[in-house]
């Protein structure tokens, strides 16, 4: 008889899983719910208080964010606007891979989707990711075109997306995707999604305070005609 290999746990999310889970949702919920509550305040829409139907109200807000989201996303700086992209290519990229491989573990194929295998070798989806952040990275300090960072930071996000959802495997040097050891990889994509909200959150809180900061020593600096 040959010797039998002990038998991994399946995957399982544990209370420190749910609990970065819970941090990057409450901070991405924090992101849009600031946004939403600065422009409720001082957008046209009434205030709960000054209206009879306040989810009338709020719907119109979360419309009125959203133009105001368009607006600021055409609008604003290049490393803004390239950290938004790479917060959502990022965001989107490791949701779509997960619904895609957890699929592919009950069928051949889903769409044009399909395990990768060259010879007796299974390409992991990391191979391409860090292709592809390698390549993004590169384009972006090697070329001389500032213009192009927010459209290289969708490549870059995805391919941190495919990278660490299966950062697991480049830990362990093995295949561990589905199993125990497997949920690292989900729980360093949580932390990244919860680091990346908290950068955006606190953005949005100190470009607040410089304009109420600086605003307000620009209108109480003496002027040359009170000097005189």
């Known amino acids: 008889m040959g ?125 391409p990711g860090i292709a592809l952040t390698f390549l993004a990275g590169s384009a972006a300090i090697a070329g001389r075109r500032d213009e192009l960072e927010p459209l290289l930071a969708i490549p870059f996000g995805i391919g941190m997306g495919l990278t660490l959802d299966e950062s697991a495997l480049l830990l362990e040097l093995d295949d561990v995707y589905w199993s125990e050891e497997g949920i690292v990889s989900v729980q360093i994509a949580l932390a990244t999604i919860a680091m990346l909200s908290a950068t955006a959150l606190a953005t949005r809180f100190l470009m607040r305070g410089e304009q109420l900061v600086l605003h307000r020593e620009i209108e109480s600096a003496p002027t040359p005609e009170s000097d005189g």
């Open 3 to 127: 010797l039998s290999l002990p038998r991994r746990r399946g995957l399982r999310a544990g209370r420190r899983t749910f609990a970065l889970g819970g941090v990057a949702s409450a901070l991405a919920v924090a992101v849009v719910g600031t946004e939403i509550a600065r422009v409720w305040r001082g957008g046209d829409v009434p205030l709960p208080a000054e209206t009879d139907e306040p989810w009338h109200a709020a719907a119109e807000a979360v419309v009125e964010t959203a133009a105001v989201a368009r607006s600021g996303y055409l609008d604003v700086s290049r490393s803004e606007n390239a950290m938004f992209n790479l917060f959502t290519s990022f965001v989107a990229t490791f949701v779509s891979v997960r619904a895609i491989t957890t699929l592919l573990r009950r069928r051949r194929r889903v769409g044009p989707f399909r395990d990768l295998v060259v010879g007796r070798r299974h390409i992991h989806h990391f191979v």
